[in-house]
């Protein structure tokens, strides 16, 4: 068994007892401030005591803590909890990840927690799957949306419809390709997850298309780390302007948290414009916005398929990009509806499918699904 070692503040310890006064019983909210503790707090003793620590502190207060919860706090141990790593991918899963709405249900009473457990577990490592058998009536995606998470609005409006319109608000509303892109990257906040429902898809092409914009960005800091460097330190400035709407919003094509971790790609190259500042190398920028236009639109890294009537594409838009090829509306009726909901959805139903299953059994027996 590995052995660690840690050096544990004592205001970190002692906040994290649960004793009682400590915090709230219903929801664990802590029921003191920073305010309220002795800034020279310290500890008069510590050690393990069966499955605990027990630690006593100068204030006086005691607790145990269980091992079990500081070795996930402090990574010692995997988050059971925890939604899956993303997986980044290059070419088309197979099979397919397509998820049967029966399996889901309309409430969680009626679902299968293994399925729940098995759709969340494809959309978290490959950020998208397709959902299918939904009724295809207008409106369907309201009533989906709100299975999944929580509906946010937008400037399109709580749930938009994508077809060709005579005056479009948005190039999505005409017939033309659409390159590979992320919705509204002027937005605050950003939509979290889109939802495509199809409602007929009668129209000669209207292909949909999906690539992974983590393996993008692996691969261009693998293959040009200059032009990486150059696409993550350059400001962007991203402009939706209607006249009615004007939404603005400034920050990176590619962002990573300060230990380097992917957070998200913000790409949509019909609404950008860098924001120049003395020193910086727009022609590797440029470039390599180039580079990433190319391999997010080489049809070797991205899978193509056609949404039919019923099926609702469920994409991560922090993360997978999405186009479509151009349709002909004279020869056919192309009707899809669209919806944002935010990841707090998705994530709360996997960590509250795994504490019901691992309620339910054998730890390693739930453990064997990741
Ligand atoms: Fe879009």
């Not at 005409?174 to 007929?200: M, S």
């Not at 691969?219 to 939706?240: I, S």
């Not at 190398?281 to 390599?288: H, M, Q, R, V």
Request: hydrophobic letters at 40%.
């Amino acid at each position: 068994m590995a052995t660690h070692e840690a050096d544990l503040h004592p205001v970190w310890l002692r906040e994290r007892s649960q004793e009682a006064g400590q915090v709230e019983a219903t929801n664990r909210q802590r029921l003191y401030t920073p305010r309220d503790l002795p800034a020279d707090l310290g500890i008069v003793t510590a050690a393990v005591t069966g499955e605990d620590l027990t630690v006593a502190f100068t204030d006086g207060h005691l607790t145990h803590l269980p091992l079990v919860d500081l070795a996930v706090a402090l990574g010692w141990a995997p988050d059971p909890e925890a939604p899956p790593a993303p997986e980044p991918w290059t070419t088309p899963l197979d099979p397919f990840p397509y998820v049967d709405w029966a399996t889901l249900g309309w409430t969680a009473a009626e679902a299968d927690p293994r399925a729940v457990l098995a759709f969340l577990t494809a959309f978290f490592r490959h950020g998208y799957v397709v959902l299918r058998n939904t009724p295809a009536e207008p409106g369907t995606l309201r009533r989906v949306a709100d299975r999944l998470g929580y509906i946010s609005g937008n400037n399109f409006g709580w749930i938009f419809d994508v077809r060709a319109e005579v005056a479009p608000t948005d190039l999505a509303y005409t017939p033309i390709e659409l390159l590979a892109h992320t919705d509204q990257p002027y937005r605050r906040p950003i939509p979290g997850i889109q939802l495509l429902h199809c409602v007929c898809n009668e129209a000669p092409g209207g292909d949909s298309t999906l690539v992974d914009g983590l393996a993008a960005a692996q691969a261009l800091e693998r293959a040009h780390p200059d032009l990486h460097a150059a696409v993550v330190a350059t400001e962007v400035e991203w402009r939706y302007d209607m006249g009615t709407d004007t939404v603005v919003d400034r920050g990176h094509l590619l962002e990573y948290d300060r230990f380097g971790r992917f957070r998200r790609i913000r790409f949509n190259t019909k609404l950008d414009a860098a924001v120049p500042r003395p020193g910086d190398d727009l022609d590797a920028f440029y470039l390599g916005r180039r580079h990433l236009t190319e391999w997010l639109n080489d049809p070797a890294h991205q899978v193509t398929f056609r949404l039919e009537p019923g099926d609702v594409m469920f994409m991560d838009n922090l993360r997978v990009l999405h186009g479509r090829t151009a349709f002909d509306p004279s020869r056919g009726h192309r009707h899809l509806q669209g919806a944002y909901i935010d990841h707090d959805g998705p994530d709360t139903m996997y960590r509250l499918t795994m504490r019901r299953l691992r309620a339910e059994h054998p730890p390693t027996t739930v453990r064997t699904m990741r």
